[in-house]
DNA sequence: TCTGGGGTCCTAGGACCC
DNA sequence: TCTGGGGTCCTAGGACCC
């Protein structure tokens, strides 16, 4: 068995929990520069505010119903969720993290420590909500997949109060939910094969779990196939119980304001590298190849548009910030174009492979690898200890006039000292 | 004025090998 | 008129997830 915890509305609890005076009201949070509308409160649903929608577009509607936003404060988000994974990884030994707000845990093994899984799904409720204010759904099922179906139940019907146990659920009501629910909420089905599917007749969760899982190989995917399979109560798809290392890295920013000159996207590419090159360090890989992309704002179409994406392999594969600068603003230099308005950048690392058992290079240009190792781990400690970007490399900039707006951003209240909050008497 | 960021997996088709 | 069989690797594109 296997159980499925999510935070409701996980950026919008996030923010209720050290502002209570937001309960109850229509919040939502934003994407980076305060563009789309990335989490919403129930209120905020109610009123019909689709997922992803413009903010820009929401301004009069916001004022006429009291609807509050938030610029995404990501340390805060963060900080919450690594909080909320530890009390969930007390209750079992298996736990996958699967996103900043879920994960699942492996109840196999378990039955005679946990009788009453449901008992189980409210006492984890009751556990994150007292450790950390956020309130959970649990869904519990033999499969990940009838898992999150099951979440989604506990979510949506108020019968069960956050927990759905799929396997105590008689035959026939499993039977009415699985006609009820629309075949696009199935976690794997999205817009278009929903469509498609559709189009052939099938159109609520039952009809695709009856269908022959060989024939929907055929004509979709072997993807498909296992949710079919999955959704019949036949696992597919296993608990992965350490993350994987990433198989490439992205940092790609949208710029607070359009900018021309070569010089503000140079500083912009360097930023990004030096980014993706933390993450890439904290993970002890090495990139083999690097990319990077600009785009102009594909919104305003009469605009000259222009966007140009390029990859280069590396004489030798690196996590140096120096080098991989240096290799990105190469590559920068031929994609650039004078005369149109940038909006966006991005710096992609490629060919990631672990750092250790690396063939060694005849013609090696570093002059003291070694060293560099010494001055990339000096400056990722000065930076995780005085602040991101406190030692950085002068291509950087000054005043990154390009940074992205941020207006409506929150304090973090559980990763600074300076603004955590204070109780008053 | 204003429209996000970061990933994964699978498949088809082409290049190439013997 | 008629042109094999069996394989690997790589890439681009399409789909999905949060």
């Known amino acids: 068995m296997i159980a499925l915890i999510d935070v409701n509305n996980f950026y919008v609890s996030c923010q209720r929990v050290f502002q209570p005076v937001l309960e109850g009201k229509p919040v939502v949070v934003l994407s ?37 936003a938030f610029s995404s404060n990501y340390a805060l988000y963060a900080d919450m969720s690594n909080r909320v994974m530890q009390v969930l990884a007390e209750f079992s030994p298996d736990q996958e993290v699967y996103s900043i707000d879920e994960c699942f845990l492996g109840l196999g093994g378990l039955a005679s420590v946990y009788p009453d899984f449901t008992v189980l799904g409210q006492t984890i409720r009751h556990t994150v909500r007292q450790a950390t204010r956020l309130p959970v759904c649990v869904g519990i099922a033999p499969t990940k997949t009838l898992a999150k179906f099951a979440n989604h139940l506990a979510k949506k019907r108020p019968v069960f109060a956050g927990v759905c146990d799929w396997d105590v659920l008689s035959p026939a009501s499993r039977q ?41 190989r055929q004509r979709y995917s072997v993807v498909l196939q296992r949710t079919v399979l999955e959704l019949n109560g036949v696992s597919c798809l296993a608990l992965e119980d350490h993350a994987p290392d990433k198989q490439q890295i992205l940092c790609s920013r949208s710029f607070g ?15 990004y590298v030096a980014r993706a090159a933390e993450k890439l360090r904290k993970q002890q890989s090495l990139a083999g190849g690097l990319a990077v992309y600009i785009r102009t704002n594909p919104f305003r179409p009469d ?40 909006a966006k950048a991005g710096v992609m690392l490629l060919d990631l492979q672990p750092r250790t058992g690396i063939q060694g290079y005849l013609f090696a240009e570093q002059a003291d690898p070694l060293k560099r190792a010494l001055l990339n781990d000096t400056m990722d400690a000065i930076n995780r200890r005085w602040g991101r970007g406190t030692l ?34």
């Open 32 to 68: 980076n520069n305060d563009g789309c509308v990335v989490a919403r409160s129930n209120e905020v649903k109610a009123l019909g505010v689709r997922m992803g929608h413009p903010w820009h577009q929401l301004r009069d509607m916001a004022d006429q119903y009291g609807i509050l």
């Open 176 to 216: 009415q939910y699985l006609l009820d629910v629309e075949v696009g909420e199935v976690w794997g089905v999205g817009p278009r094969i929903s469509k498609r599917l559709n189009s052939e007749g099938i159109h609520c969760v039952a009809d695709l779990a009856r269908a022959d899982p060989e024939q929907i």
């Open 257 to 271: 304001q359009p900018i021309c000159r070569y010089r503000e996207l140079a500083e912009a590419v360097s930023t």
């Open 303 to 342: 605009d000259p548009q222009y966007s140009k994406h390029i990859a280069v392999p590396l004489s030798q594969a690196s996590d140096d910030t120096l080098l991989l600068t240096r290799a990105a603003l190469w590559v920068l230099k031929r994609i650039y174009r004078r005369g149109f308005s940038y």
């Open 392 to 425: 950085r490399v002068a291509s950087t900039g000054n005043n990154q006039s390009w940074k992205m707006r941020q207006n409506l951003v929150s304090p973090c209240w559980t990763t600074r000292w300076d603004e955590i909050p204070v109780a008053k008497a």
